[in-house]
């Protein structure tokens, strides 16, 4: 069992740059492929980010490419997402998992949440 826990959201305007953590407690982080989501109030759970095992593999939701870079430190037991040219659009609470399998968009492939971070993007 792995435990998951998010940090490093906040207020920041449009336009400005914020990086999330998400600090994970298993014995076997380098096992797991790791994903971000997001959830906007009134709105479902969407898929923003992943990176796979192999690190090099990552994969990003079309409304974040080119802006949001995700990535990992295995000898730290953390996934990262850097979040640059922040919209008010991206205001959500993000969520950090963990999965044994290969690595996706889809929410049901992850086994291990974490209880998530706010991020407001004032206008």
């Known amino acids: 069992q792995v435990q998951l826990v998010e940090s490093g959201g906040g207020l920041v305007q449009a336009g400005g740059s914020l990086r999330l953590s998400c600090a994970a407690s298993?014995?076997?982080?380098?096992?797991?492929?790791m994903g971000w989501f997001r959830q906007a109030p009134g709105k479902e759970r969407e898929f923003v980010a992943a990176?796979?095992?192999?690190?090099?593999?990552?994969y990003y939701a079309d409304s974040v490419k080119g802006r949001f870079t995700i990535s990992r430190d295995n000898a730290k037991n953390t996934v990262y997402l850097q979040m640059n040219s922040l919209k008010p659009d991206d205001t959500a609470v993000y969520y950090c998992a963990a999965t044994f399998n290969y690595g996706s968009r889809w929410q049901g492939e992850y086994e291990h949440w974490g209880q998530g971070t706010q991020v407001t993007v004032s206008s």
């Open positions: 298993g014995r076997t982080f380098s096992s797991y492929a």
């Open positions: 990176i796979r095992r192999s690190a090099i593999s990552t």
